[in-house]
């Protein structure tokens, strides 16, 4: 009888802890859905093109990455140069096209990882706020925002 009731128990735990981990995948889930397939949305003029994420969008995405811990803070230390071969941006997730800049750094896990020069800026200044604690919520202080209303 005891036994059976010891199973129960860790069973109950089992389902608790695989539900907690269903709902974090979930939440990952929709918030990549847009990025693995942008032709799912619609699409109307220049502005609103389903394969342009604006950097404002950009730096919504990179905080809630940031918050969430699936992206890790921006290094201190970044290599420029021009692209040779096509690489994945670890900001965006797009395509860096060869020719264009490219930021490299080394992660922690020892990989190379690269980015755009406008998803580095936005991913610098979104650790920087996370770290000191205080994440914009205007667009005044928004360094993205900023950055298309000057375009």
């Not at 230390?77 to 670890?90: D, K, S, Y």
């Not at 190379?112 to 202080?141: F, M, N, Y």
Request: charged fraction near 25%.
């Amino acid at each position: 009888m005891k036994a059976a009731q010891a199973l129960i128990d860790s069973t109950c735990k089992l389902v608790v802890s695989n539900r907690r981990l269903l709902g974090i995948s979930h939440v990952q889930i929709t918030s990549s859905r847009r990025l693995l397939n942008p032709w799912g949305g619609i699409s109307g003029g220049s502005e609103d093109d389903s394969l342009h994420v604006g950097p404002s969008d950009l730096y919504d995405q990179v905080r809630a990455r940031l918050h969430r811990q699936t992206l890790p803070s921006a290094p201190r230390i970044v290599f420029a140069g021009r692209a040779t071969v096509p690489r994945a941006c670890i900001v965006c997730r797009r395509r860096i096209r060869p020719g264009a800049m490219q930021h490299e750094f080394v992660a922690e896990d020892g990989t190379k990882r690269w980015t755009h020069t406008l998803c580095l800026r936005i991913w610098v200044e979104a650790t920087v706020g996370l770290r000191s604690g205080e994440l914009p919520a205007d667009a005044d202080h928004n360094p993205a925002r900023s950055l298309k209303r000057s375009r």
